[in-house]
């Protein structure tokens, strides 16, 4: 077993189980006697399955031929997990519609789009688009912010 494949792994079971362990906190919102067959944490416990059953894959090197050293990861990569997950945060405190703007535009720029206009008008239709089908049609909510 290679090093480096056990630590990528180790910390995809990791996630996995925490990810697993947060299912247990979803709420019904469907009365038991009207469910039939599977709630709502089905499916995210079946791709959480699959996504331990691939991390053993690579632990034992199962359909996971040598290859030689990969590049290293690109500073871009590393800016945009941490403003993913600035964006996670900001979900909290500027609400769902702000901070999605913001980080598409963000985004945008940061990987070389210059046009402010055409990002902004962009994600403002892709918001719009959003909207309709999540809160006007499937009647959900989302987070509104501590601003709001």
């Known amino acids: 077993m290679n090093?480096?494949?056990a630590v990528v792994a180790g910390v995809a079971l990791a996630g996995a189980a925490t990810a697993f362990a947060l299912t247990f906190k979803f709420t019904s919102t469907t009365p038991?006697?009207?469910m039939s067959g599977m709630g709502a944490e089905f499916f995210p416990r079946l791709v959480i399955g699959l996504i331990a059953i691939l991390a053993v894959c690579v632990a034992l090197r199962i359909g996971n031929p040598?290859?030689?050293k990969p590049a290293p990861i690109p500073g871009i990569v590393w800016i945009t997990i941490g403003l993913m997950a600035f964006y996670i945060v900001m979900l909290e405190v500027a609400?769902?519609?702000l901070a999605s703007f913001a980080i598409m535009v963000g985004l945008g720029w940061l990987w070389g789009?210059?046009?402010l206009l055409k990002l902004s008008a962009v994600s403002v239709i892709l918001l719009l688009v959003i909207y309709g089908?999540?809160?006007k049609?499937?009647?959900s909510g989302f987070p509104v912010g501590l601003w709001a």
């Open 137 to 139: 049609f499937l009647k």
């Open 32 to 34: 038991a006697a009207m």
């Open 3 to 5: 090093r480096q494949d």
């Open 113 to 115: 789009e210059r046009n």
């Open 66 to 68: 040598g290859m030689e």
């Open 95 to 97: 609400g769902m519609w």
């Open 133 to 135: 089908a999540f809160v």
